[in-house]
């Protein structure tokens, strides 16, 4: 029996993380993997005030703290997905002002963040046997990959095949078909299905495959995301909001084609679930990053198939 358990969408979250290494254990998981959008969204400036004092609006509320209450602060931001950095008014006058600034300080943070994940995943899984594959997904800057680079029980699966326990194949890719918010890591549906059949053309044995594909396939339970306008609202429809089948047709093709064991995927929060496309499993876990929520999903495979599986949430 190999076990994997399988998370995605923790955006920045320092407990989402911290979570998803005790998996590995809680569970008894062979490998555990992260499967994209792996980076914050927020950067939030702790601005100096005389006599000692810190300033920062924090979940939408203003805090002043000292200096001992400083690493509070960004920590209760850091478990939500925020990053922070701390500066003095005029300084933050010049970063409003600079958006090559705002990309610098926001790159230099979300690199120390990963590379201090990638460390706290050798500690706490070395010696252990238990392999941590995490890889980035649409919305991560193409700058931090240089902080996800094998070493140790760390590996970075993207865009290539790497074997799990078991005999069995991985293929990763954590590239997105077009979405409203023209995300780092997007391309045409075209080249994504050209992307995918380059990895799985290197799958030795198809009917082993796990597609860790961060976008799920269009028209499941496992796609359907709320409709936004031009200007990024919510499009309402009735007393509610419109929702779409948001996924893509290179991945949903892709998986008719190969029928690979499993597919694992994410970029749709609110969308958790499992389906099949013929002998295909496809899971989403979904994602309640912002409340230090870690969504997951388990499954154990055996002899070539499925045995079974669980989607978690703690």
Known sequence: MTRLFFTTDVHGSDRCFRKFLNAAKAYKADAIILGGDITGK???????RPGGRYEATVFGEKRVVGKDGLQEVRKALQDAGQYSFVTNPAELTEVQNDAAARDR????????????????AQERLGGTGVKC?????NDDRLEIDGALVDSGQFVNPENRVVELDGGFEMITLGYANPTPWKSPREVSEERLGQMIEALAAQVRHPENAVYNLHVPPIDTELDRAPAVSHD?????EGLGIKFIHAGSTAVRKAIESHSPLLGLHGHIHESKGFTRIGRTLCLNPGSEY???????ALANLKDGEVHDFMLTSG
């Open 232 to 236: 990024f609202n919510y499009v309402k």
């Open 42 to 48: 927020v950067l939030v400036p702790i601005v100096e």
């Open 290 to 296: 912002s409340d230090g929520i870690l969504r997951g």
């Open 105 to 120: 300080i926001f790159d230099v943070a979300m690199a120390a963040v990963l590379k201090s994940w990638v460390s706290l």
């Open 133 to 137: 594959y995490i890889s980035p997904g």
